[in-house]
């Protein structure tokens, strides 16, 4: 059997920018994926009843816009399109108000209720927002020299810090703390810890500057469109097929794995010291996620009119209930009230359930592992904010951490993120090395979001591993 130039197991967003990249070099690929479909975190079924068409993991993509690569493969010819809300994002409170994440400073602002913090939002926000297309491609990589160091420098100074800390420097009302809190929670540390504020920051900066949209017809559509790009660019793609052992793939001068370290570690054939394999053991993964989705007769019933514009909804409440909800899950003890994520894409795309009616999806961060059902908790939240949510439910799906994990192996206790984002493994995952994404086997290298810039489906990670086997690899190819 000939030699090929790569093989990338796994055809997740990373695994498949990886293989575009190494496509259109002009290098041979092929693309093994355990899964019956392509997509990894990014794939879409019925779940509940015929005709609710749910994104079973992702769902929201402002790191899929917001990033150099994916846009610049024009994937619109493959038949992606973007659906924008009216509001990336809503934060209700009990009064029956709720804080709003809007593409615009001044509707963001009003929702406050404060002028105060309106101005300092904006302030917060802006000097990023305006350079975001800039400023992300040193943002989402690996340690270097950045392109942009001054702007880079004022980003780590606000940034490199905790997410509490800064909303109560930062904002005197409870609404602003509450929404940058929310955001910043998506780093699924306690917000109290450095570097949550960046993620905060990170999160609403996207919002203002390109939004929070989701795909026409589902998640799928995303990594089909990269499928149907790659097939393309001369890549073949094999579905169905789980990777124990090197021998089990074609023969090749680069291997590519869209695998987090659980995984890699029980791959067969593969030249790794003993201390590097000692090193992935200890890499920490981080809390998980209990998921439902919901397929319903009516729009969810919200008290709060700007949470029937927002494609997603954060049920935190004040600050204090979102950090008490980060810690616990952290610390491995079930949340009381857990900081809960709520998405209604039929709001705006009615291609995805049936004439009429509507889909919803919800997840809570829960402990690493956590087994427990979380459905009453996260139902009882979704109803203190919008009463009669119980009554338009036709019917549910959930999945826990060990549910999760067994659809997509990625997602190790539930881990969505590819392992923790503490400021030790977050520039240096899943172990530090010169040639970021490489491993002692030179062979092999590592393309998942267990390596920088960790988790969202943007494809940088398997960019720039694509790009680092290229550099290592440049003398032997033509």
């Known amino acids: 059997m000939a030699e090929r130039d790569a093989v990338v197991v796994g055809a997740g967003p990373n695994g498949l920018a990886a293989a575009i990249v190494l496509a259109r070099a002009g290098w041979s690929v092929e693309v093994f994926e355990a899964g019956e479909t392509v997509g990894g975190g990014a794939r879409s079924a019925e779940l509940t009843l015929p005709g609710f068409l749910h994104d079973v993991c992702s769902a929201i993509y402002p790191l899929t816009v917001g990033t150099p690569f994916i846009p610049s493969l024009s994937l619109e010819r493959y038949g992606l399109r973007w659906i924008h809300p009216p509001f990336p994002l809503a934060h209700p409170f009990d009064d029956g108000t709720a804080a709003v994440l809007a593409?615009?400073?001044?509707?963001?602002?009003?929702?406050?209720?404060?002028?105060v913090d309106a101005r300092a939002w904006e302030r917060l926000f802006r000097p990023f927002s305006d350079r975001w297309m800039e400023l992300s491609p040193d943002l989402l990589g690996p340690l270097g020299l950045p392109s942009h160091p001054f702007r880079m420098a004022h980003f780590g100074l606000v940034g490199l810090r905790g997410a509490a800390g800064l909303a109560k420097s930062r904002f005197r009302g409870f609404r602003a703390r509450a929404l940058f809190a929310g955001l910043a929670a998506h780093s699924f540390l306690p917000i109290e810890?450095?570097?949550?504020?960046?993620?905060?920051?990170?999160?609403?900066?996207?919002?203002?500057?390109?939004?929070?949209?989701?795909?026409?017809?589902?998640?799928?559509?995303?990594?089909?469109?990269?499928?149907?790009?790659?097939?393309?660019?001369?890549?073949?793609?094999?579905?169905?097929?789980?990777?124990?052992?090197?021998?089990?793939?074609?023969?090749?001068?680069?291997?590519?794995?869209?695998?987090?370290?659980?995984?890699?570690?029980?791959?067969?054939?593969?030249?790794?010291?003993?201390?590097?394999?000692?090193?992935?053991?200890?890499?920490?993964?981080?809390?998980?996620?209990?998921?439902?989705?919901?397929?319903?007769?009516?729009?969810?019933?919200?008290?709060?009119?700007?949470?029937?514009?927002?494609?997603?909804?954060?049920?935190?409440?004040?600050?204090?209930?979102?950090?008490?909800?980060?810690?616990?899950?952290?610390?491995?003890?079930?949340?009381?009230?857990?900081?809960?994520?709520?998405?209604?894409?039929?709001l705006f795309d009615p291609t995805r359930?049936?004439?009429?009616?509507?889909?919803?999806?919800?997840?809570?961060?829960?402990?690493?592992?956590?087994?427990?059902?979380?459905?009453?908790?996260v139902e009882n939240r979704i109803e203190r904010f919008a009463p009669g949510f119980r009554d338009v439910v036709?019917?549910?799906?959930?999945?826990?951490?060990?549910?999760?994990?067994?659809?997509?192996?990625?997602?190790?206790?539930?881990?969505?993120?590819?392992?923790?984002?503490?400021?030790?493994?977050?520039?240096?995952?899943?172990?530090?090395?010169?040639?970021?994404?490489?491993?002692?086997?030179?062979?092999?290298?590592?393309?998942?979001?267990?390596?920088?810039?960790?988790?969202?489906?943007?494809?940088?990670?398997?960019?720039?591993?694509?790009?680092?086997?290229?550099?290592?690899?440049?003398?032997?190819?033509?």
């Open 193 to 346: 810890q450095i570097p949550t504020a960046a993620f905060g920051l990170m999160l609403g900066v996207t919002g203002h500057a390109v939004g929070w949209p989701q795909p026409e017809g589902g998640a799928q559509r995303i990594p089909d469109a990269l499928a149907a790009l790659l097939r393309d660019e001369g890549g073949t793609v094999h579905t169905g097929r789980l990777i124990k052992s090197l021998a089990e793939l074609p023969r090749a001068r680069v291997y590519l794995f869209d695998l987090t370290p659980a995984q890699l570690l029980e791959i067969e054939g593969i030249r790794w010291p003993e201390g590097y394999r000692r090193r992935l053991r200890r890499y920490r993964y981080g809390p998980g996620v209990f998921k439902l989705d919901w397929a319903l007769s009516e729009p969810i019933p919200w008290r709060a009119e700007a949470c029937r514009q927002a494609g997603t909804v954060h049920l935190g409440g004040p600050i204090e209930h979102v950090a008490a909800s980060e810690r616990a899950a952290w610390e491995g003890r079930d949340p009381t009230r857990p900081f809960t994520l709520v998405g209604q894409a039929t």
């Open 103 to 115: 593409r615009g400073f001044a509707e963001t602002g009003e929702s406050f209720g404060e002028p």
């Open 394 to 478: 036709l019917a549910r799906h959930t999945l826990n951490t060990a549910q999760l994990e067994a659809y997509n192996p990625n997602l190790i206790g539930g881990d969505i993120n590819g392992g923790a984002a503490t400021l030790a493994q977050l520039f240096t995952r899943p172990v530090a090395r010169l040639v970021p994404y490489s491993t002692p086997d030179p062979r092999v290298y590592i393309c998942s979001s267990s390596t920088p810039p960790s988790g969202g489906v943007h494809g940088m990670c398997g960019y720039y591993a694509a790009t680092a086997a290229l550099k290592s690899n440049q003398g032997d190819h033509p």
């Open 353 to 377: 359930a049936p004439a009429g009616k509507h889909t919803a999806w919800a997840y809570c961060h829960v402990p690493h592992g956590s087994t427990a059902d979380f459905t009453e908790l």
